[in-house]
Nanobody, 123 residues
Framework: QVQLVESGGGLVQAGGSLILSCAAS????????MGWFRQAPGKEREFVAG???????RYADSVKDRFTISRDNAKNTVYLQMNSLKPDDTAVYYC?????????????????WGQGTQVTVSS
């Protein structure tokens, strides 16, 4: 069983930046593909960014060129650097893991989830 804990959320003005962290424990972090998802009030959970074991990445069109996902396998941690934040980025952000090699974008295909961290972007 893998435990994931997100941190780094907060309140920021439009155009600002935040970095989210996700610390993993209880498993071998390096064998998992990792993803970041977000869920705004009244909306479905959606894919934001994903990273494979050896560093391949994929981004939602809405965050491409603004967000960067990375991982440090030695520290069992995945990061999401968020720049040029917009009010539409406001959501609870979740870290997720799946024990497979494919980089998928649907939440149901991820096995483990963190508790989420709130990101609020003011206009």
């Amino acid at each position: 069983q893998v435990q994931l804990v997100e941190s780094g959320g907060g309140l920021v003005q439009a155009g600002g930046s935040l970095i989210l962290s996700c610390a993993a424990s209880g498993g071998t972090f390096s064998v998992y593909a990792m993803g970041w998802f977000r869920q705004a009030p009244g909306k479905e959970r959606e894919f934001v960014a994903g990273i494979m074991r050896r560093g391949g990445t994929r981004y939602a069109d809405s965050v491409k060129d603004r967000f960067t996902i990375s991982r440090d396998n030695a520290k069992n941690t995945v990061y999401l650097q968020m720049n040029s934040l917009k009010p539409d980025d406001t959501a609870v952000y979740y870290c997720a893991a799946r024990p497979g090699v494919a980089l998928v974008i649907t939440p149901v295909e991820y096995t483990y989830w963190g508790q989420g961290t709130q990101v609020t972007v003011s206009s």
